[in-house]
């Protein structure tokens, strides 16, 4: 089982107990020992300090700490390459010497080197190892207890006609529609998110930008024109150029431009936008 103080699969904050011809032996609060090999040693490492490692199987699947940092840790979703395929199952990238294991039972697809699957990093407390998951239905819950703006953390996982499905906090499913994307978006990216809507069946609306947050374009477009002096991008401009520089639609912009100018803040003529004097 993953222990309270030893986590496998994650980042571990553990003391240096003791110097042997394999490594350094590091002690949880619990009392329990792992091996940092000498490979991962670096020189102000001493006995009695504290320092951050990651857990993971060794080739014998005995629990081993390393320095190095994989692509995603227990419980995340991700996207993965196979790079290896048995009798049993795949082989995936998750940037450690050991690759992760996901069994043909963890999967609907017939996969083959080179692939990317998406799947979630789970415990198996049988072999008391770490495999990878990639039936994406029983991994997800309906969302629940999440209000309008509330900021979520989101994995971008495929392009769709609408837009972009999104994992959502490693649990639910989620939307970014096309039209309210004001931003260079790929799969695989890691992104802030804001949530628009929960829908019935417990998927969620996303957005890039809290909803409704005029004060804030009004903000960026102030400080910047304080920063710049001032700046050709006006209400007249193309609308790709305003999102290229502001990460908002034309109509956000606008009203935010127009708000500062009845404020007596900025004032816009001769096609530029210039801190009023």
């Known amino acids: 089982?993953?222990?309270?103080?030893?986590?496998?699969?994650?980042?571990?904050?553990?003391?240096?107990?003791?110097?042997?011809?394999?490594?350094?032996?590091?002690e949880a609060?619990?009392?329990?020992?792992?091996?940092?090999?000498?490979?991962?040693?670096?020189?102000?490492?001493?006995?009695g300090?504290?320092?951050?490692?990651?857990?993971?199987?060794?080739?014998?699947?005995?629990?081993?700490?390393t320095i190095k940092k994989p692509k995603y840790e227990y419980g995340e979703f991700?996207?993965?390459e196979v790079v290896g395929k048995t009798d049993f199952g795949y082989f995936v990238d998750f940037g450690m010497e050991k690759d992760l294991f996901l069994p043909f039972g963890n999967t609907n697809k017939n996969l083959k080197i080179g692939d990317k699957v998406i799947g979630k990093i789970v415990y198996d407390e049988k072999s008391d190892r770490l495999l990878l998951d990639a039936k994406l239905s029983r991994?997800?819950?309906k969302a629940k207890n999440y209000e309008r703006n509330d900021e979520v953390?989101?994995?971008?996982?495929?392009?769709t006609p609408l837009g972009y499905k999104c994992i959502v906090d490693d649990m639910y499913e989620g939307m970014l529609f096309d039209n309210e994307i004001f931003e260079d978006v790929r799969v695989g990216q890691k992104k802030k998110a804001f949530v628009k809507n929960v829908r019935n069946d417990g998927k969620l609306d996303l957005s890039l930008q809290k909803i409704g947050s005029r004060d804030d374009v009004k903000e960026k477009v102030y400080n910047t024109l304080k920063e710049w002096g001032e700046m050709k991008i006006t209400t007249k401009s193309n609308p790709e150029d305003i999102k290229k520089y502001f990460k908002v639609s034309k109509k956000a912009f606008k009203s935010a431009v127009n708000e500062l100018i009845k404020e007596g803040k900025i004032i816009q003529e001769n096609g530029k936008i210039k801190i009023q004097s």
Do not use: W
Request: aromatic letters at 8%; hydrophobic letters at 45%.
């Open 1 to 26: 089982m993953i222990e309270e103080y030893l986590k496998l699969g994650s980042l571990n904050r553990l003391k240096i107990s003791k110097k042997t011809p394999q490594g350094l032996y590091l």
């Open 153 to 159: 953390k989101v994995l971008i996982i495929a392009k």
């Open 49 to 65: 300090d504290e320092i951050e490692v990651f857990i993971v199987n060794d080739s014998e699947d005995r629990y081993v700490a």
């Open 78 to 80: 991700g996207i993965f």
């Open 29 to 47: 609060l619990d009392g329990d020992m792992v091996l940092l090999p000498n490979r991962y040693i670096e020189d102000n490492m001493k006995i």
């Open 139 to 141: 991994n997800l819950k």
